[in-house]
């Protein structure tokens, strides 16, 4: 119906919904945006090294066989390469364009996921459960710059964290709607669980154990098995598991780590991290809002056809124990191969999943609890928070003020006038790298230094990483940093 024609009362709620939507929408674009500033680091160059001397599939082979069996992120990493190739712009420009169609992506991916999960929810209802889901990640990310401006630690771990939260979705909506999966949709899973089974080390059983699940479920529920779909889903990521864990690079790359292989400590250590990162998880004000919004919504949204059955209960505990689960054995993993804690941007990857299992479950036990909810509320003093303007007007100020009190924005506040400085500064270098005929270059350090958008520099030693792939990409004997004692 066109706005002009609706009711007054629903012409207000819809235009609260729009409103409330702009200020998570404004925080991330705003985010976004900051990847126009982003620039190569010591990884990227590496990467860029490999693929102009020897393209796409002779990198991944050399890498595959040398250091890392993650071949999805080991391709996606060389793109901007192949863009500055192809188009003859610099590679800093193509960095950042491969980082901005990243974070389409990403939140294509989180739009496309909770649209499948509020299958009755209207468009502006969905789009705001989107805008918080995408910028409450990205405010409580552990590492913000790994997630959004770094491509070699985002490739590892944001597609299969997306591809993971869209293959549980799928899973959940076909259980609570008593469905069964099509040959398309079963395809298209077993593609992207492929897909994301290759991109690092533990996604692959992570999925493997949502497609059991999604098993036992139904066959706890009474529900059709198809034993053939979940087995053609699962088949697909073993294989993608295998091709990662089956690298000659991987056992390479442990033995330079003496403290890896521990198997109880790592179960003891991977415990006790992984209970920091909750804390840290629910520390977040923006985590509990939208918490908040995933419940409001299913609370208001229009009834389903049939009556929800209590099965929605189990369904809600089952997911919670699963992403808990996948989230305890990625930080287990990640002590027992190299014996440190999990890196942050794995931390990211955990965090998207518990985020969106943890929606779905808010949803699910309140649409159980729906017709209870709505009696208590209707006899409260708190009936009027659920109104049509009143609950978006609500929810928009809560994650405004969560956004706002957020790690993120912290983080801004406090780097913000060094970003742009940063930006000039990556520039000047590439220019001096590109322009200067000396095979024997001298580079000044960043002054500027926010670890929003950089973690390393250039060193003294020119033989050492990252010196040495920044040499070879610009066609230079060696390069290091002027102002560093040699």
Same mark, same amino acid.
């Given at each position: 119906?066109?706005l002009a024609?609706r009711p007054?009362a629903?012409?207000?709620a819809? &235009?609260a919904w729009? *409103? ?5 929408a404004?925080?991330?674009?705003? =985010?976004?945006? $900051? !990847? /126009?500033l982003s620039?190569?680091e010591?990884?990227?160059?590496c990467f ?14 050399i ?6 069996g ?21 590679l800093?420009?193509?960095y ?16 496309v ?6 299958p009755?929810?209207?468009v ?8 918080a889901?995408?910028s409450?990640v990205v ?5 913000l710059?790994? &997630?959004?401006?770094? *491509? ?9 964290a997306? =591809?993971?939260? $869209? !293959? /549980?979705?799928?899973c ?6 008593d469905?069964e ?13 492929l ?7 533990f996604?692959g059983l992570?999925l ?5 699940a ?5 066959h ?12 053609l889903i699962?088949?697909?990521i073993?294989?993608g ?9 991987n056992?390479?790359?442990m033995e ?6 521990h198997?109880?400590?790592s179960?003891?250590?991977g ?5 920091i990162g ?12 939208s918490l908040?919004?995933?419940?409001a ?7 389903p ?9 189990m369904l809600?505990?089952?997911i919670?124990?699963?992403?808990m ?7 287990f ?6 014996g440190?804690r ?8 955990a965090?998207i999943?518990?985020l ?7 949803r ?7 017709p209870?909810l ?11 928070l ?5 609950l ?9 003020a ?9 983080l ?5 006038q060094?970003l ?6 990556s520039?000047?270098?590439?220019v001096?790298l ?6 024997v270059?001298a ?6 230094t ?5 973690s390393s ?6 033989d050492?990483?990252?010196?040495d792939?920044?040499a070879?990409y610009?066609?230079?004997s060696?390069i290091?940093?002027s102002d560093?004692?040699?």
């Amino acid at each position: 119906m066109p706005l002009a024609t609706r009711p007054l009362a629903g012409r207000r709620a819809s &235009l609260a919904w729009a *409103l409330g939507s702009f200020f998570p929408a404004a925080f991330l674009f705003g =985010l976004f945006a $900051l !990847i /126009l500033l982003s620039a190569p680091e010591h990884d990227d160059f590496c990467f860029a090294d490999q693929y102009a001397r020897h393209g796409f599939i002779q990198t991944i082979s050399i890498i595959y066989h040398s250091l890392s069996g993650r071949v999805v992120a080991l391709f996606l990493s060389q793109i901007p390469t192949a863009i500055s190739k192809a188009t003859n712009v610099s590679l800093l420009s193509a960095y950042s364009l491969t980082l901005m169609a990243c974070a389409g992506l990403f939140l294509f991916g989180s739009a496309v996921a909770t649209i499948r999960a509020w299958p009755r929810a209207g468009v502006l209802q969905v789009t705001f459960l989107t805008l918080a889901f995408a910028s409450t990640v990205v405010s409580a990310a552990p590492s913000l710059r790994e &997630l959004l401006y770094w *491509l070699a630690g985002l490739t590892c771990y944001v597609p299969p964290a997306l =591809l993971t939260i $869209l !293959i /549980l979705g799928e899973c959940t909506r076909a259980l609570d709607t008593d469905t069964e999966f099509s040959w398309p949709l079963t395809i298209g899973v077993a593609l992207g669980g492929l897909v994301a089974a290759m991109c690092n080390e533990f996604t692959g059983l992570w999925l493997l154990l949502i497609v059991a699940a999604s098993l036992l479920a139904r066959h706890l529920f009474g529900q059709r098995r198809q034993i053939t779909h979940h087995s053609l889903i699962a088949v697909a990521i073993a294989v993608g598991f295998v091709v990662v864990v089956s690298a000659s690079g991987n056992s390479t790359r442990m033995e330079q780590l003496p403290n890896a292989g521990h198997f109880l400590p790592s179960l003891f250590n991977g415990f006790r991290d992984s209970l920091i990162g909750l804390v840290r998880f629910f520390r977040e004000p923006a985590t509990l809002v939208s918490l908040i919004a995933a419940g409001a919504i299913a609370l208001v949204e229009p009834e389903p056809a049939k009556p929800a059955s209590s099965k929605g209960k189990m369904l809600a505990l089952g997911i919670i124990a699963t992403c808990m689960a996948c989230c305890y054995f990625e930080y287990f993993a990640h002590q027992y191969a190299t014996g440190f804690r999990l890196v942050e941007r794995a931390q990211n990857q955990a965090l998207i999943l518990l985020l969106f299992g943890l929606m779905l479950s808010v949803r699910l036990l309140v649409q159980a609890y729906r017709p209870q909810l709505r009696e208590r509320i209707s006899v409260s003093g708190y009936r009027g928070l659920l109104g049509p303007v009143t609950l978006p007007t609500g929810l928009a100020l809560l994650m405004i003020a969560s956004l706002g009190l957020g790690s993120t924005a912290a983080l801004l506040r406090k780097q913000w006038q060094d970003l742009y400085p940063y930006w000039q500064e990556s520039n000047a270098r590439h220019v001096l790298l590109t322009t200067s005929t000396e095979q024997v270059v001298a580079v000044p350090r960043h002054r500027w230094t926010p670890s929003l958008l950089m973690s390393s520099d250039v060193t003294a030693d020119a033989d050492r990483l990252p010196n040495d792939c920044i040499a070879r990409y610009y066609h230079k004997s060696a390069i290091y940093a002027s102002d560093a004692p040699r």
